[in-house]
């Protein structure tokens, strides 16, 4: 309420000189950056959204409230009233995007019975009844704030920093990121963590002619019978996913490619010692997972560049 009062005053609601055409216009580039906005971040960050769900359900909330924030600043600025507001308008572009994009993830995930309709309609009505309450309570605020600037940022700096406060971020997991890693990378450098060690989905063409020759063929022969190739170098484990792999493929060379990343240094034979977890752990560990109840037959893994490949047996030399 707050933010759409301070819009509202900022097009000219108050002023004589104001026209519509005016105001018109300006809501119209507001609305058309906006959805700009909104597909330029589906094209980028779409097929995150189902991985980090939880992530990008925060970020949403979060540049919510900064669009809100350049809605509120915009009557402050007269001269670049128009960038402002159209920075708001993307903000909330992606708050669109990612927060119904989200909402879908999240309710499978609730919808233990396979019930998704439901749980979709029953939280529906619960966001509809905050959203009710919300308005009553926002237009309570904006009567009583109003010809008040100092008044109006109190409230709607403390009603944020409420908004977003999360109660220990490291007691709920110590494993996952909730901001997205650009944000995040200044305080993670010393972190020592064996996903980062594993690039998934490498291109073929990122391989230059001697490193196929020195890397690929001595690390070959440890996957005839495997949908994916790991390739160690520098101590970095790459990993080449074949065109025609399920999600329990993908799930077995993620785990198999952490294990060669922990050996790395460890171990001059890291594909032996890698291929021996696999033929005698890797089965007992999914079995464990199973029956505490995970269900590992939905994966989600953006995986883009895949390869195809064939092997052949080479033939003996006869002396």
């Not at 792999?245 to 922990?262: M, P, R, T």
Request: with cysteine; glycine share 6%; aromatic share 12%.
């Amino acid at each position: 309420m707050l933010s759409t009062q301070a819009l509202l005053i900022a097009i000219g609601v108050e002023e004589k000189s104001a026209t519509v055409i005016g105001a018109t216009f300006q809501w119209f580039l507001r609305d058309l950056t906006g959805m700009l906005g909104g597909i330029l971040f589906t094209f980028y960050q779409g097929s995150n959204l189902d991985s980090y769900a939880k992530m990008w359900r925060l970020v949403a909330d979060l540049m919510n409230d900064l669009g809100m924030l350049m809605d509120l600043i915009s009557p402050l600025f007269p001269s670049a009233f128009v960038f402002v507001v159209c920075l708001g308008s993307i903000s909330r572009s992606f708050t669109g995007v990612a927060s119904g994009a989200t909402r879908a993830a999240l309710t499978q995930h609730f919808a233990l019975q396979d019930n998704a309709a439901d749980i979709s309609a029953k939280e529906g009505s619960q966001e509809t009844v905050a959203t009710m309450i919300g308005m009553a309570l926002g237009m309570l605020v904006a009567r009583l704030t109003i010809g008040h600037p100092l008044a109006i940022w109190f409230s709607f700096l403390s009603l944020t920093v409420f908004h977003m406060y999360v109660l220990s971020p490291e007691q709920v997991s110590s494993q996952e990121h909730i901001l997205p890693i650009q944000f995040i990378s200044w305080s993670s450098k010393k972190a020592n963590c064996l996903h980062k060690k594993v690039n998934l989905g490498m291109r073929i063409s990122s391989f230059d002619n001697m490193e196929i020759k020195e890397h690929l063929l001595s690390a070959a022969p440890y996957y005839t019978k495997a949908k994916y190739l790991l390739v160690e170098r520098k101590g970095i484990i790459d990993v080449i996913v074949y065109k025609d792999s399920n999600a329990a493929d993908v799930l077995k060379l993620f785990f198999h490619a952490l294990v060669l990343a922990k050996n790395v240094h460890k171990s001059k034979s890291v594909h032996s010692e890698g291929q021996k977890w696999i033929d005698y752990q890797y089965e007992v560990f999914i079995q464990k997972l199973k029956s505490l109840g995970w269900k590992i037959e939905r994966l989600l893994s953006p995986i883009i560049w895949r390869a195809y490949w064939s092997y052949e047996p080479l033939e003996e030399k006869i002396d």
